[in-house]
Structures are given as C-alpha cells and as structure tokens.
C-alpha cells in the first residue's frame, strides 16, 4: 500500500552517543558519590563531626548529581503529517509544517536545526551529528514530512529580493 495518498511514517530521533556517554558519566558519580558516602568514618572531634546522616547526604548528592547528569540527555524530536514538535534541554516546541521554511544540517554543525517561516531558528539537539547516520535518516524523515506537508502549499510569487 504505497501509493501516492500511503502517509509518510512519523519520524522520531533521540542522540543515542549522547545518552550513552551520559548514562556512563551517571554511573560513575552515582559510585563514586556511594563510595565516598560508605568511606566515610564516623568520627567525632573537637572540629567536625560525621555521622551516618552525613553518609546518606553525600550518597543522595551523588545519586541527585548522577540524575542531573542523565537529564542532560532528553532531548528528542518527534514529527509526523501535522508537524514537529522538539524538546531540547529546558524548551519544548510544537510546531505545524506550516511555521517551518526548513529543516537544516550543516555540515559542520553539530546539531540539526528548523528555519522557521518567520526568520527564526531552532535548534534540534536530538540530531547531533555524532549519530552519523541515525541522524541523516532522521533528517531525511524530516525534509519528507515536510515537503509533503508543504506540496498544497500555493505557489508563492517571485520576491525582489531573496535572503
């Protein structure tokens, strides 16, 4: 059933290196953090004072720091017939086809990007140019869910000057 009316599939990327290099960074201080909390002595001098509260705070800074850690990697991007939606580190975009002029990865860049129709950019952290190609099939779903939302587009007349 590939025909012309077939809907293109829904695209979906994440950066797999990313979150891997950053599940291992988590793993680290999350055993580190245990460690130190567990080497800990339970001491008492005239100075400082450690007790097992303070081996829980330092193991729970750990694990809290090892999270914060992962959550560095939730960046994705999500697109289908309707339009796009991206949500990088603290931003989440939904967008319709209809906003998007573009969707951008430069060579040198190390991340895609999506020209917008009104001259802005943005950013598109899930496509990092280190997933090589996971992330030019990303792409390539994208620029097709994008031309084929834009085909009943109606033809716009020439502009005097082009950007």
């Known amino acids: 059933m590939s025909g012309p009316h077939a809907p293109l599939p829904a695209v979906s990327a994440v950066p797999h290196r990313l979150r891997l290099l950053l599940a291992v960074v988590a793993g680290v201080v999350a ?9 800990l002595p339970s001491t008492q001098n005239s100075v400082v004072a450690y007790g097992p509260v303070d081996q829980i705070a330092i193991a729970g800074l750990g694990l809290a720091l090892a999270a914060g850690v992962l959550l560095l990697g939730r960046s994705r991007v999500d697109a289908d ?3 796009v939606r991206v949500r990088n580190l603290a931003v989440h975009h939904e967008l319709p086809w209809t906003a998007v002029r573009a969707v951008r990865f430069e060579r040198k860049s190390a991340w895609g990007s999506l020209a917008l129709e009104n001259g802005d950019e943005i950013s598109i952290h899930a496509l990092q140019a280190a997933d ?3 992330a030019v ?10 031309a084929a939302a834009r085909a009943k587009d109606p033809v716009r007349p020439p502009l005097l000057y082009e950007d």
């Open 81 to 83: 017939e309707h339009g």
């Open 137 to 146: 099939r990303a792409v390539e779903g994208l620029r097709a869910l994008h």
């Open 132 to 134: 090589g190609e996971r």
């Open 31 to 39: 055993v580190v953090g245990l460690l130190v909390a567990l080497s």
